[in-house]
């Protein structure tokens, strides 16, 4: 079993910074990818970033040049800087880790329970 626990949510007026921070605990692997995800109400979740195991980072359009994703596999940590935050990136921010076996087709997707982040004007 996988747990992930996150951190860092808040409440921070539109400029501003907020840094989230999770970390993987269980059956884990360095080869996992881990990520963050967001949704706001009548929304779909949607990706905010990943990070492969080699450091490869992917964002999502409405946060590049804005967030940055970062990885510690010795603590299985990821970090996500948000900055210059916006009312739009309001939301609950779930924290995720992707499992692809090796050998089989098996595969599954871990989250966190979710944090709030709330962006005020």
């Known amino acids: 079993q996988v747990q992930l626990v996150e951190s860092g949510g808040g409440l921070v007026q539109a400029g501003g910074s907020l840094r989230l921070s999770c970390v993987a605990s269980?059956?884990?692997?360095?080869?996992?990818?881990m990520g963050w995800y967001r949704q706001s109400p009548g929304k779909q979740r949607e990706l905010v970033a990943s990070?492969?195991?080699?450091?490869?980072?992917n964002y999502g359009d409405s946060v590049k040049g804005r967030f940055t994703l970062s990885r510690d596999n010795a603590k299985n940590t990821v970090h996500l800087q948000m900055n210059r935050l916006k009312p739009e990136d309001t939301a609950v921010y779930y924290c995720?880790?992707?499992?692809?076996?090796?050998?089989?087709?098996?595969?599954?997707?871990?989250w966190g329970q979710g944090t709030q982040v709330t962006v005020s004007s």
């Open positions: 995720n880790l992707h499992f692809a076996s090796k050998r089989t087709p098996y595969q599954k997707d871990y």
């Open positions: 990070i492969t195991s080699g450091g490869s980072t």
């Open positions: 269980g059956s884990i692997s360095g080869d996992d990818a």
